[in-house]
């Protein structure tokens, strides 16, 4: 294992009257410290186990302005106190690569948890969790946002970044985030695919019908498709009836669009015992479905559905307390409001 990553611990929390040496918020300066540790090309392809996407996705957060503008953002985003973090048991559903986890709890969380479908990224953060200095109060999990493996009532605040449109079911989601905070918890959802930008629903619509259709590409808006989801449908029929015929497994590829693995399968096999043809077809427009993973590639969320949404809030006990436009949730101090808008809304649980 390698050195530790943020260096000089004697130098990492916040100076403030002598009174610090209890508390676990660590100075934004060593925070950017620490993404520069991570993600320093060789330690990054060191810790990745995702083929490369660690440096690829976080990369960025190695510039210290970036960094710098991260941190900062994601604090005003929760919007909470120090000290208030400092009480707070986090949950970050769709963690990815478990930056927010640990920025959270470099900004005092007494106990951050993330938790990610993706069993690649979660296997990333565990080797460079025992690098960092507050790697001992982060804790990561493969599962579920719609299953989630916690208790009831045990969590102060549930963060959600840039993956309530990645969740193919985010109202059971809601529901488990409802269930697992604690009566007066915070649920803080925060996504920039606004759905009521023209120009971000175009190229979402663009990059779904590559990703659904193919062919394969490097880039296509910032994403990279090595193989398209009608060709992975194809791929898991025939791995599953190597002596179907090609005819057959086209049309059950192409009618099973929007379905996971398990659901191609159930269709394959109503059509093979009982002639039923799937007629799930792909329509432009509509966010398709990784069939492996059993995600939206990157669906939008309009605000227009927001008020709707609050009802649902509000169905679910939940009070909505704010809702805020932001250039970008990433870097939401960018100034630039016209073309780009993003959304964060936090709601409290009651
Ligand atoms: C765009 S990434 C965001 C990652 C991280 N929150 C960030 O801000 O960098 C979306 C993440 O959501 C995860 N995800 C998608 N569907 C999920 C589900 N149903 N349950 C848990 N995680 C999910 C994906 O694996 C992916 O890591």
């Known amino acids: 294992m390698g050195s530790r990553v943020a260096h ?73 106190s120090e000290s208030r973090l400092e009480k707070m048991r986090v949950l970050d559903v769709g963690c990815g690569f478990g930056l927010t986890c640990v920025t959270l709890a470099a900004l005092g969380a007494k106990e951050v948890h993330g938790i990610d479908a993706f069993p690649k990224m979660i296997d990333t953060i565990n ?86 259709n193919g062919p394969p590409t490097e880039d296509i808006h910032g994403h990279r498709v090595l193989e398209s989801y009608v060709d992975k449908r194809s791929r898991i029929i025939r791995t599953q009836y190597p002596n179907m015929k090609d005819a057959d497994v086209d049309m059950l590829a192409r009618g099973t669009a929007y379905m996971t693995k398990a659901e191609v399968l159930d269709a394959c096999a109503a059509y093979l015992e009982r002639g039923v043809k799937p007629e799930s077809l792909y329509r432009p427009g509509r966010c398709p479905v990784e069939p492996e993973q059993g995600q939206f590639i990157e669906n939008v969320l309009n605000p227009l559905d927001l008020s709707w949404r609050y009802c649902l809030f509000w169905q679910l006990a ?14 939401p101090w960018f100034p630039d409001l016209g073309s780009e808008v993003k959304l964060a809304n936090e709601t409290a649980c009651t």
């Not at 905070?181 to 619509?205: H, M, S």
């Open 318 to 331: 939940f009070e909505p307390r704010d809702s805020r436009k932001m250039a970008s949730s990433r870097e």
């Open 127 to 212: 080797a460079y969790l025992p690098d960092i200095e507050v790697g001992d109060r982060v804790h990561v999990r493969t599962g579920q946002a719609d299953a989630l493996p916690y208790k009831g009532d045990s969590f102060d605040l549930v963060f959600v970044m840039e993956a309530l449109s990645h969740f193919i079911k985010p109202y059971d989601f809601l529901n488990e985030a409802r269930r697992v905070l604690r009566p007066g918890g915070l649920l803080v959802l925060v996504d920039d695919n606004n759905g009521a930008n023209p120009r971000t629903l175009r190229t979402n619509q663009e990059v779904w019908d590559r990703f659904e």
């Open 8 to 80: 000089n611990s004697d130098s990492i929390f916040q100076s403030g009257g002598g009174c610090d040496m209890g508390r676990l918020r660590v100075a934004d300066e060593a925070i950017v410290s620490m993404y520069q540790g991570l993600l320093e090309p060789k330690q990054a392809q060191r810790y990745d186990r995702t083929g490369g996407w660690f440096a690829r996705y976080s990369g960025r957060l190695a510039d210290p302005e970036r960094g710098r503008r991260y941190i900062r953002g994601l604090s005003n985003t929760i919007g909470v």
